[in-house]
């Protein structure tokens, strides 16, 4: 009977259609696999080919039987990337949700004085610029296809609200900018029904910090000692925000930082 049940139920995105850029990374390939359970059909984008075709394949063993989902290499710093993917996605119908999500932290990066100008770059073109060619190029799909509604969801960072001591002044300024530029499109399209949030996850256990964090006990120590409940992040906490930020039932939210630290950005001392 449960599992006739689970076979009627109607995913939460039943219908749509999503572009998850970095999917191929920890938060995007959770996201790619909630949003493919939930019923959407997915475009997993990323720079990195091998990573794309290991994570489809990821995807396809824990959902066997799921919707459209294909794979297509971008490198968001490029608008014609961007461009590329979108209109792979007007021929499914247009886009319904678009995961900006892409990003890097360079290990260069640095304070004022040590981040190197072409590091300074990179960071914005991808971090800063690559969310600004993604959610343009859904807000001219949503248009095309006569969306009444969509939701664009880009991935900032805790670093963007509280300042670091460990700085990584490029990564910080540019999760700054996403937060802001997602507040200012959230209200310019707002009556058109398109919506924008910006994600901010605290520290996580994904590969781009882990690697950087290597067996360096003191470095972890650091960061744990913040956290209220004492452990990193994980990246299907992250998925599940994204997904409840893509659906209709978040219709009423927009223009928010939406931050899931369990808890890091409103502590002052932590539990010992
Ligand atoms: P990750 O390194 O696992 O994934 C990032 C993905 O982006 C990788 O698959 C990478 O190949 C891809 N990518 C990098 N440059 C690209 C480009 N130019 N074009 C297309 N794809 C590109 O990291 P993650 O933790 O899943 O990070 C996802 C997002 O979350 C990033 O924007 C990151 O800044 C942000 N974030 C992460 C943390 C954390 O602690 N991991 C915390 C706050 C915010």
């Known amino acids: 009977m449960a599992q006739t049940l689970n076979s009627l139920r109607i995913g939460r995105l039943q219908g749509k259609n999503a572009v998850v850029t970095g999917a191929a990374g920890g938060i995007g390939l959770e996201t790619c696999i909630l949003f493919a359970k939930e019923g959407a059909n997915v475009l997993m984008a990323d720079i990195s080919g091998p ?6 394949a990821k995807l396809k063993q824990v959902i066997p039987s799921h919707n459209k989902v294909e794979v297509k290499t971008c490198d968001v710093s490029k608008e014609s990337d961007i461009q590329a993917l979108v209109e792979h996605v007007d021929s499914w119908g247009g886009v319904d949700v678009m995961f900006n999500n892409a990003g ?13 100008e072409k590091i300074w770059d990179l960071t914005q073109a991808i971090n800063v610029k690559g969310v600004w060619f993604g959610s343009k190029h859904a807000v001219l799909s949503m248009r095309r296809h006569k969306k009444a509604k969509g939701s664009i969801i880009n991935t900032a960072s805790v670093v963007a609200l509280v ?28 009556r058109e029904g398109f919506r924008f949030n910006a ?13 950087w964090l290597g067996d360096d006990q003191p470095k972890r120590h650091r960061r744990e000692v913040h956290f209220p409940s004492g452990r990193f992040g994980e990246a299907i906490e992250q998925a599940q925000a994204v997904l409840f930020l893509a659906s209709d039932e978040s219709g009423y939210i927009n223009g928010q930082d939406f931050v899931v630290d369990g808890g890091m950005t409103k502590a002052y001392v932590t539990p010992e």
């Open 51 to 56: 990573g794309l075709e290991r994570a489809s």
């Open 104 to 116: 890097i932290m360079h290990a260069d990066d640095a304070d004022a004085v040590d981040t190197p």
């Open 163 to 190: 300042g670091s001591a460990t700085p990584q002044l490029a990564y910080t300024a540019s999760k700054g900018a996403v937060l802001a530029m997602t507040r200012e499109l959230a209200i310019v399209h707002a």
């Open 199 to 211: 994600l901010c996850p605290s520290p996580l256990n994904t590969p781009l910090l882990q690697d």
